[in-house]
């Protein structure tokens, strides 16, 4: 309605009126801490970004010791690494980082570096290695993993100042629309007032899309911006007709934020009902005042509402602080055990090994037990740092006092090996056998020999033994008759690859080729003492082959190397053989990978600018597609090996 249809102000009935602002009820203020239970405090703007921030710099473990979740939902919640680490590279490169995600892709990483961390170990182990001579070698990705958490704290934080300028501002914007308010409630009279009720809608619009201000003039500033809004309804001459439908709309929007609110003690998760809540006080601010005879009540029914999720939230936080509280007695518990432990009753590699395996317990028991207070979190580890060093330190100098005796142990197996090659030749098969099970049991009895030493002085003594009982095998059974007949059908295949149509182009030959290096493949062993001289007969042949259809030199190496595994896949000890041959082709790939990566990072910096730099930087990469070609070729040769297994 036009300005000149209101009413005059002495004719608004009392009970209709609009309350002056210093009448104002405290039912329509935001509650002061006594209001309502809010210890934990409502923010209004924020996702909890300062509190990341502190979050994230007490992170002193790296987030790998306290992981709450245990190995059980480790193992059923397994991501790649490459996946994991591109949920990085994707978090980097955003503008929106919530703790939430950052927090839940750091945690699956630090599973995944524990877990890779496991698998070495136990490839260690597997290969003969001592727990407690492992070392991780820590693979590229997981540095890059490392450097994309860093960053993205930075990035983060950089944000977080950003929000806090952007909030200054706000405030500035939000002191200019209260005085542009006050200016309009003093002017009444002056000028059309539908005019001045645009310009004041328009300013409470403006008011609503200002979200970011400081949380400490958050009550101040909706405090002097509610005065002068209900000082305009009071002051200027609107019709009853207007400000009671006005009323009506606000109360209608308040009540749905009163039932959204009820609607809240349901949720069964308690922090995103407190999230919830925020949003829903967010909007109640946004929304007009209502009639003065409903402000109360639909104040208190929102209020009550907000007061149950809030408690509800103190409570599930209590919780946690009281679990935390028990953890640090659990934590605490564990570096008293690390402490006491008596190292003057440890003195033999027996007593170690025992010892060692109760440490690492201790610290499986640490990784299983969930965070402590904030303020303990840094002295509580270091101390069970500490504890853990100076034991791993103490086991590290007993092993080097050690180094007599392991090369007393190695002249005991050497001596061994020679009397096993001596034997490995003997047709005395049952007093030779007997004599070689005597070696193999005296062989345990012998302890540790130098690290460097491990591999060969085993090779070498496993090599004579499976000799000798795989001439046992052949001797005592109709084998060597059937040896015979392969290597009969092996030479037939052979001068069928020899004799190969020379008319054929490589497109046509190369089926036929592969067809007899399978069915050479799929024959049996042939004598021992013949192998070697088949095996070279057979690549001869397939050799002049592959140099007359000119057949690419990796997929030489490929065939080659199918022919190594098929043989290796007839000896006695197969599968052994074969899972060493993998955990060598997988060692040797993880260190290409790694000098590709070197290779990669320094063509980055190479400078092309000089004629050196240009030489420099092409023979780079020429060695980068070499590199790359290697590791396909690598690739192929594992799948062959699983085929096998």
């Given amino acids: ?255 749905e934020l009163c039932e959204a609110a009820e609607r809240l003690d349901s949720e069964p998760d308690v922090v995103s009902a407190f999230h919830q809540l925020q949003n829903l006080h967010q909007e109640w601010r946004e929304i007009g005042p209502v009639n003065r005879k409903e402000r109360e009540a639909i104040w208190n029914r929102f209020k009550e509402a907000s007061t149950r999720i809030n408690k509800k939230y103190q409570g599930h936080f209590e919780t946690l602080k009281e679990q935390e509280d028990k953890n640090l007695e659990l934590k605490t518990a564990l570096c008293e055990k690390l402490e006491a432990i008596d190292y003057s009753q440890i003195k033999t590699i027996k007593d170690w090994n025992a010892k060692v395996k109760e440490v690492l317990e201790l610290q499986t028991q640490w990784r299983q037990i969930g965070y402590v207070p904030r303020k303990w979190n840094t002295k509580i580890y270091k101390r069970y740092r500490a504890a853990c060093d100076f034991f791993f330190r103490s086991k590290n100098e007993f092993y080097k006092s050690l180094r007599g005796e392991m090369e007393e142990n190695l002249n005991k197996k050497i001596a061994l090996c020679e009397r096993a090659e001596e034997l490995k030749d003997s047709k005395d098969w049952k007093n030779t056998t007997r004599e070689m099970i005597d070696i193999q049991k005296e062989w345990k009895t012998i302890g540790i020999v130098p690290r460097k030493h491990v591999d060969s002085i085993w090779k070498r003594f496993i090599t004579a033994c499976d000799y000798f009982f795989e001439q046992k095998k052949i001797h005592t059974s109709s084998q060597y008759e059937e040896e015979a007949r392969n290597l009969e059908a092996k030479k037939a295949v052979v001068e069928s690859i020899k004799q190969l149509d020379t008319s054929l182009d490589a497109e046509d030959a190369l089926p036929v080729l592969r067809e007899l290096m399978d069915q050479w493949h799929t024959i049996g062993h042939v004598p021992y003492r013949l192998k070697d001289r088949a095996y070279r007969e057979f690549h001869e042949a397939v050799d002049a082959q592959f140099d007359r259809l000119n057949i690419d030199k990796d997929d030489r190496k490929l065939e080659s190397f199918k022919t190594n595994i098929s043989d290796m896949a007839k000896t006695g000890n197969a599968q052994n053989h074969l899972l060493r041959e993998r955990e060598k082709l997988m060692r040797q790939y993880d260190r290409m990978k790694n000098e590709l990566q070197t290779y990669e990072n320094n063509i980055g910096f190479l400078s092309v600018s000089s004629k050196k730099g240009n030489h420099l930087l092409d023979d780079m990469n020429q060695k980068v597609e070499k590199i790359k070609s290697e590791l396909q070729l690598i690739v192929k040769k594992v799948e062959a090996l699983d085929r096998e297994l």
């Fill in 1 to 255: 309605p036009a300005a000149d249809d209101a009413p005059a102000a002495e004719e608004t009935p009392a009970a209709e009126e609009v309350p002056a602002a210093e009448e104002t009820s405290a039912a329509e203020e935001v509650p002061t801490t006594e209001e309502v239970d809010d210890s934990d405090g409502i923010d209004y703007h924020l996702e909890d970004a300062q509190d990341d921030d502190a979050d994230e710099d007490d992170d002193d473990e790296d987030g790998a010791d306290d992981d709450p979740k245990s190995d059980e939902e480790t193992d059923s919640m397994a991501v790649p690494i490459e996946e994991t680490v591109q949920h990085l590279r994707d978090l980097l490169a955003s503008d929106k980082l919530k703790r939430k995600d950052i927090e839940e892709h750091k945690n699956v990483f630090y599973r995944s570096l524990r877990g890779e961390i496991e698998r070495q170990k136990q490839a260690f182990m597997a290969d003969g290695g001592q727990e407690v001579d492992f070392v991780a070698d820590e693979p590229a990705i997981y540095v890059e993993g490392k450097e994309l958490l860093q960053k993205i704290k930075e990035k983060r934080a950089e944000l977080v100042a950003k929000e806090e300028v952007e909030k200054e501002k706000n405030v500035a914007r939000k002191l200019a629309i209260i005085d542009q308010i006050k200016a309009l409630t003093e002017r009444q009279g002056q000028e059309d007032f539908n005019k001045t009720y645009q310009e004041f809608k328009s300013l409470q619009q403006e008011w609503s899309e200002i979200k970011l201000v400081p949380q400490a003039k958050v009550n101040e500033l909706w405090k002097s911006y509610q005065r002068y809004v209900e000082k305009f309804y009071d002051l200027v001459r609107i019709n009853n007709e207007f400000r009671e439908y006005d009323f009506k709309k606000n109360l209608e929007m308040k009540t």
